[in-house]
């Protein structure tokens, strides 16, 4: 499994619980995220677990690697411009019948995910600049398959978890 854009490791943590016998990769650029997910690492194998700064538009690991591809709340942070270098990255670390879940900033549906959207555009740096995306597009024109989305609420926080299939 491999969390791109791994912060400070809440989820990455969970990951690695529940494939301790499997290969866990963590990649972020940000060396103060590393280190804070390695701190909350310590009590896991250290066999279980790896973590490394790399970038996610140049992931550091073969074609065709991992099952599973986790990415929470980065690419809303992304120019609309590099969805599709970084989908298509993400596709090809992925093994035929991979999967990746990625989560993001959307616009949502209810009538309070209106006050999310207005603070993106008039306030972005409170929202440390995302915005309000839409990938189902992007994950298909790089060659994903089975794509499904779901529509959830965070404290109001309007998100889309989605999933999708490497063909």
């Known amino acids: 499994m491999l969390e791109v854009a791994v912060g400070t490791g809440l989820l990455f943590r969970e990951m690695v619980k529940r494939n301790p016998d499997g290969l866990n990769e963590g990649i972020d650029l940000s060396p103060a995220m590393l280190a804070k997910c390695e701190k909350l ?8 677990w790896h973590l490394q700064q790399a970038s ?3 992931l550091p690991f073969p074609a065709n690697h991992f099952d599973l591809l986790i990415n929470n709340y980065m690419i809303d942070l992304l120019p609309e411009a590099d969805f599709e270098r970084v989908l298509g990255e993400f596709h090809r670390v992925l093994k035929p019948g991979g999967r990746a879940v990625i989560t993001y900033f959307a616009t949502g549906t209810r009538w309070y995910h209106f006050f999310w959207q207005k603070l993106a555009q008039y306030v972005p740096a409170l929202l440390t600049n995302c915005r309000p ?13 089975q794509i499904q989305t779901w529509e959830i609420s965070q404290n109001s926080f309007p998100s889309v978890v989605l999933k999708c299939v490497k063909g």
């Open 41 to 48: 690492l310590a009590s896991q194998p250290a066999q279980a």
């Open 56 to 58: 996610a538009f140049e």
């Open 133 to 145: 995306i839409d990938l189902k597009p992007y994950v298909a024109l790089v060659g994903f398959e």
